[in-house]
């Protein structure tokens, strides 16, 4: 299993590297969108819904709402005047607020279940709550000083994967080596919070290494830590997220599309959290 999720990560990251760098932004914003479809296709199970019709209705229902809101916002208009197009933002936010929501279900699992889990539509709006935003938030990111440092916005989305690469990592090894007292036991009985603790301090390990690098101004220091903080914290909640939702659901892995990886959706539940969260801490606090 180790050697196939290595194989696989060697597969990805050149693709991953591809289009975050080198597609033009519109390329960008089709190839997250298609991501996300994958995303959609593997949350629709669990809603509960296993017929082949249902799921495509799902998938090209987030495919046609993401699709309409590209067209709604021409990529050269997205930024006016340093300020983020209305509707992009506001679409961040909602899915801002839908996370410090999310996380109340988390932490009340599994007294929260019974206010949707029989629900397929309330777990639906969920899904849209989480792919939308994120796909926003990430074309956000990428287009950061577009029109004077093309590759700008390729670096800080590399930036939010280094972020949570390293907490994932740090939480792996620090919970296997430490782990001894449970995070969650009842939405992720793995996770301990020696890992939490292991996987925050790889991320600083990170923000440090970069800071140092790119010359990070002293007056942004707050800002910028913050920033990745609440990256990192989101990305863990990402994780629990799609942990409880397959828990209810009664489902291990959300596919197996990636060998070693399980699903397209085990792959990003983090950052469905963190990139949102981040573009938020962004403009808030460095933009």
Not at 85 to 96: A, E, F, K, S, W
Not at 185 to 206: N, Q
Request: net charge positive.
């Amino acid at each position: 299993m180790l050697k196939q999720r290595i194989l696989t990560a060697l597969l990805l990251i050149p693709v991953a590297l591809y289009a975050v760098f080198l597609l033009p932004l519109w390329g960008f914003s089709l190839f997250i969108q298609a991501v996300i479809m994958l995303g959609a296709w593997e949350w629709s199970p669990l809603m509960g819904v296993t017929k082949k019709s249902g799921r495509i209705a799902y998938t090209v229902a987030v495919g046609v709402i993401i699709g309409g809101l590209s067209l709604l916002v021409p990529y050269q208009h997205l930024w006016t005047d340093g300020s983020l197009d209305p509707l992009i933002y506001y679409t961040i936010l909602v899915g801002g607020i839908w996370w410090v929501c999310a996380l109340a279900l988390i932490v009340n699992y599994p007294s929260s279940r019974r206010l949707w889990s029989r629900t397929r539509s309330i777990v639906g709006l969920f899904g849209l709550l989480i792919f939308v935003p994120t796909w926003a938030a990430l074309v956000t990111v990428r287009s950061i000083n577009i029109d004077v440092q093309p590759y700008f916005g390729g670096w800080v989305v590399l930036f939010i994967l280094l972020l949570v690469w390293a907490a994932d990592v740090g939480a792996y090894f620090a919970g296997v080596r430490y782990g001894r007292n449970k995070m969650m036991p009842a939405v992720s009985p793995g996770k301990t919070m020696e890992g939490l603790c292991g996987g925050i301090s790889l991320a600083f390990v990170v923000m440090m290494v970069v800071s140092h690098w790119t010359r990070i101004p002293a007056d942004q220091f707050t800002g910028y830590y913050l920033t990745g903080l609440f990256t990192v914290v989101a990305s863990v909640f990402g994780d629990l997220n799609e942990s409880m939702f397959k828990r209810a659901a009664g489902v291990k892995d959300s596919g197996s599309i990636l060998p070693g990886h399980g699903g397209i959706l085990d792959r990003i539940d983090s950052l469905t959290a963190a990139v949102p969260i981040f573009t938020l801490a962004y403009l808030e606090f460095l933009h």
